[in-house]
């Protein structure tokens, strides 16, 4: 767009790679104690909105019940 390119503090290598460290060691552990728990949902938030939410209200009620 040719505006000014600002790099954050938080996007340098060092501190992305240390980000990467903490989610093996403490959400992925969740991620899989959930799965075999058969209770982890996902979605994929690639599409659009509407459709995200939509499938976001579907999950939520699927709980709830």
């Known amino acids: 767009c040719g505006g000014e390119l600002i790099q954050r503090p938080d996007d340098e290598p060092q501190i992305i790679q240390k980000r990467l460290q ?3 060691a403490q959400t992925e552990p969740l991620v899989h104690y959930y799965q075999t728990q058969g209770s982890l949902q996902t979605l ?3 599409q659009s ?5 939509q499938t976001l209200l579907s999950l ?3 709980v709830v019940r």
């Open 60 to 62: 939520f009620q699927r």
């Open 22 to 24: 903490e989610y093996r």
């Open 44 to 46: 994929d938030a690639s």
């Open 49 to 53: 909105p509407e459709t995200v939410f």
